[in-house]
């Protein structure tokens, strides 16, 4: 197997997460493909796994600190890495090493530019991003917040740790109507499948709901907020932590939601 950048042959495979098996929405794409264009000019790095049959088998994406939904200086930070974990099309290739090898790899990068050390970040249960995969690989735990747990590695006594940014700001709107509001970065293929879902589902509900969506790619407006991702309606993260929900059940959780205010 090898690791090797994202290319053109490569590129719609990582877009998509691994998911070859889906067809692509063109919505989704057009919101990846614009954010990891432009990510790539800030520094972002892009790699996949190709295995020996040369099937895309594992992804990774990471970039310096600046540039990242994580705070600090002169680090690393791994934004995704994903080893194909579903039964389903090429099937699970979890447990044969590529997570170790990307791992690796961004940390001779890091070390080849000159850097004190590399960020990731994890999720505390076992079926997605798990934590425990980094701290097998000797990272530390530095900050939690919720289910997310922040780790890293330094390479140098004088680094400095990375912090996980704090929500400032809550995101409300009109309060005769519901309030939604969408925070995008456009790394995460999921976010942007959720944005879309989001979109259809307030469609026609322009009497009821107030909608905008905001985009935290630009660090400035990231740290106005310190929010990274998400679906916030009523000041609150919506579904956060569950599989990705339909447009139809975010609608209907939003006329639910209105039925409430009303009542009340």
């Known amino acids: ?53 040369d099937e895309v088998a ?28 579903y039964d389903h099309h090429i099937g699970n290739r979890q447990g044969g090493g590529m997570g170790r090898m990307m791992l690796d790899a961004i940390e001779e990068d890091a070390r080849d530019a000159g850097l004190d050390g590399v960020a990731a970040w994890g999720m505390d249960f076992p079926y997605w991003n798990p934590v425990s995969f980094f701290e ?26 990375p912090r996980l940014v704090k ?7 009109d309060p005769n109507r519901i309030s939604v509001r969408v925070f ?12 879309v879902a989001i979109r259809a589902a307030v469609d026609g509900l322009d009497d009821i709901v107030d909608y905008l969506e905001i985009d935290v790619t630009d660090p ?27 447009s139809d059940v975010l609608r209907e959780d939003i006329l639910k939601l209105w039925d409430a205010k009303k009542r009340d």
């Open 220 to 246: 400035e407006v990231h740290r106005e907020w310190g929010i990274s991702n998400g679906i916030y309606i009523e000041g609150e993260e919506h579904r956060a932590n569950e599989p990705p929900p339909t």
């Open 58 to 85: 594992a992804l990774c994406q990471y970039t310096p600190i600046e540039h990242s939904f994580i705070e600090g200086e002169r680090l690393m930070a791994v934004l995704c890495l994903w080893v194909h974990g």
């Open 1 to 53: 197997m090898r690791l090797l950048d994202v290319d053109e042959r490569t590129e719609a495979t990582f877009l998509r997460c691994l998911h070859d098996e889906k067809p692509d929405d063109p919505r989704t794409v057009q919101l990846r493909r614009s954010a990891y264009r432009m990510q790539r000019e800030r520094g972002l790095r892009a790699k996949v796994i190709v295995t020996d049959a």
């Open 136 to 161: 097998h690989m000797g990272y530390e735990r530095v900050e939690t917040d919720g289910m997310t747990v922040l780790v890293w590695k330094p390479f140098t006594e004088d680094a400095s740790p």
């Open 184 to 195: 995008q970065n456009g790394w995460c293929t999921g976010m942007c499948d959720l944005c």
């Open 167 to 173: 929500q400032v700001r809550r995101p409300v709107g």
